[in-house]
Nanobody, 126 residues
Framework: VQLQASGGGLVQAGGSLRLSCAASGSSLDYSLIAWFRQAPGKEREGVSCISRGTGTKYYTDSVRGRFTISRDNAKNTVYLQMNSLKPEDTAVYFC????????????????????WGQGTLVTVSS
């Protein structure tokens, strides 16, 4: 599967963006779909993940209550709605998938994934 994240851009603090993750070559019929981000000079960080089977969603503490992950199976797309953006949210955002389940919030650990698409840059100005 090839993954392509889009929807990034420049936004002022307090603004919103919606990121999309589209799959080609295969459907997004994976057990787990996740969003990660990587800021300059920092390690890749798990932002949110969603389980296909249970629909359970996990969020890293810094975005809980502001970001929402969702999926549209008909469009083979996963979204990340980002509200109340902060300058510290500035990063390149990536989407990824995993065929098998992992325990709980382990889905926010980057070592659980091996397929990474091209990211999309989100810049939040203060």
């Amino acid at each position: 599967v090839q993954l392509q994240a889009s929807g990034g851009g420049l936004v002022q603090a307090g603004g919103s963006l919606r990121l999309s993750c589209a799959a080609s070559g295969s459907s997004l019929d994976y057990s787990l779909i996740a969003w990660f981000r990587q800021a300059p000079g920092k390690e890749r960080e798990g932002v949110s993940c969603i389980s296909r089977g249970t629909g359970t969603k996990y969020y890293t503490d810094s975005v809980r209550g502001r970001f929402t992950i969702s999926r549209d199976n008909a469009k083979n797309t996963v979204y990340l709605q980002m509200n109340s953006l902060k300058p510290e949210d500035t990063a390149v955002y990536f989407c990824t998938v995993r065929a098998n389940r992992v325990p709980g919030s382990y889905c926010l650990n980057s070592i659980a994934y091996s397929t990474w698409g091209q990211g999309t840059l989100v810049t939040v100005s203060s």
